[in-house]
């Protein structure tokens, strides 16, 4: 088996070490900054010096001496101090992985759902603050700071390291599955650069939800985050084309699903809907199953798909699920409904100029033989996303309309 690329690794590791160096000396953010440190130290000296032989020892050694550099001012003290760290060898490094205990406590009850989110996609998902920003439609500088603050309430807090229990643990459940849900939506649809996929960022969001759903498996919520990303990631061989273009769903060779994805999270979400109550994620999961249900983009049950969306913004009300609704919509009472139900999004804010929307509106305008007004839109959607693919795939629909 071929080793992963050094990239891989490290956004593996840094949470392990992390979570190790947090149990064993505390002071979150400082720790942070000294395992920061340390991957940097790696990026320059294993190129150059060959990859250790056991690349965590190596961080958790480096991360623990660039920690007690940070807390002893005095020098002498620090030589003592960096002699003492140099004794914790990689065997001295525990084989367990704090990366799940690193998730509740990034979701620290003094923390707001925002600000929870936002630290554990920092401190577990390696997603840089801009790419959060995006995610949240705030300003990168608004989520600098509420980053920054997150980090002082945990440090004022003194929070344990550890599982917690009980209604404590149910709460902070909820808000570790939203994180993990957008960590992998940045993985599946990257929100900038040259590639559609950041296969590193969804591989670590079912990773890292495979091991909730490993201490929870009766959670009807958790089992059906689980089966989403496994039926969302079974498309990503037919999401591009050779060269990397953007593949629509409906245009996508099926052959190149990932069946065993699918088999894995079409029983999953039976699973997952056998209990008393129904979450927005077991919703999504069906949704998912729908189309993997349909051998061909035609055979789609768009009635049952759009049902399923009704039920979800009843449950969990947010303009993405009215904007996919609208597609179903479409699809069931033709364009002219969705695109009516499309103008309700026009005055919500974390919707203006949104890419998604200018998107979905050109091609239901397309649909509808306003080509003009498609043209217009495809163009303006092509502005206002990041991603390079992304950017491609509607300069071309622009393109062709205007040919």
């Known amino acids: 088996m071929t080793a992963p690329p050094m990239e891989d690794l490290l956004r593996e590791l840094t949470p392990q070490v992390l979570g190790a160096l947090v149990r064993r000396h505390g002071q979150f953010e400082g720790c942070e900054d000294a395992v920061q440190e340390a991957v940097l130290a790696a990026t320059v000296q ?34 003592r101090e960096s002699a003492v760290a140099a004794e914790v060898v ?13 998730l509740f406590l990034c979701c620290h009850p003094s923390l707001t759902a925002a600000s929870q989110t936002a630290l554990t996609l920092r401190a577990v998902g390696g997603l840089t603050t801009a790419e959060i920003a995006r995610a ?18 945990i440090k004022a807090a003194g929070s344990s390291f550890g599982l917690p229990d009980g209604a404590e643990r149910e709460e902070r459940l909820r808000v570790v599955l939203h994180v993990l849900y957008l960590i992998f939506n940045e993985g599946y649809t990257a929100s900038s650069g040259s590639e559609l996929h ?16 490993t201490q929870l498996p ?3 919520e958790v089992t059906g985050l689980l089966a989403l990303m496994l ?6 061989e037919a999401r591009t084309t050779a060269g990397g273009d953007l593949v629509p769903l409906d245009e996508q060779d099926r052959t190149k699903w990932d069946r065993a994805l699918i088999d894995e999270g079409l029983e999953l979400v039976k699973s997952s809907l056998a209990g008393p109550a129904l979450g927005p994620y077991q919703i999504q999961a069906a949704i998912a199953a729908t189309h993997a249900d349909a051998a061909t983009a035609q055979e789609t049950n768009w009635p049952q798909v759009h049902a399923l969306y009704l039920i979800l913004e009843r449950i969990a009300p947010n303009p993405m699920v009215t904007l996919n609704r609208a597609i179903a919509l479409a699809e069931t009472e033709g364009p ?15 919707m203006a100029g ?6 979905v509106r050109a091609h239901l305008l397309e649909k509808t033989g306003d080509l003009a007004g498609a043209y217009e839109h495809y163009r303006r959607a092509a502005k206002s996303t990041a991603s390079i693919a992304e950017q491609r795939y509607l300069q071309a629909r622009a393109g062709r309309l205007r040919q």
């Not at 700071?145 to 309430?153: E, G, L, N, T, Y």
């Not at 950041?198 to 759903?213: F, G, N, P, S, Y």
């Open 354 to 359: 949104h890419h998604r929307l200018l998107s």
């Open 46 to 79: 294993w190129p150059a010096e060959g990859m250790p032989d056991n690349p965590r020892g190596w961080l958790m050694t480096v991360a623990s001496r660039r920690l007690i550099d940070q807390m002893r001012s005095d020098h002498a003290r620090r030589e």
């Open 198 to 213: 950041r296969a590193d960022l969804a591989h670590e969001a079912i990773r890292l939800t495979r091991m909730v759903h």
């Open 136 to 153: 949240f439609l705030v300003p990168e500088a608004t989520m600098a700071a509420r980053i920054s603050r997150a980090k002082q309430r």
């Open 336 to 350: 002219p409904a969705g695109l009516a139900l499309l103008r309700t999004l026009d005055g919500d804010e974390r």
């Open 218 to 220: 009766a959670d009807g």
């Open 90 to 102: 990689p065997e001295d490094v525990p084989d367990t992985d704090d990366t799940l205990v690193l």
């Open 231 to 236: 039926l969302t990631h079974a498309r990503r």
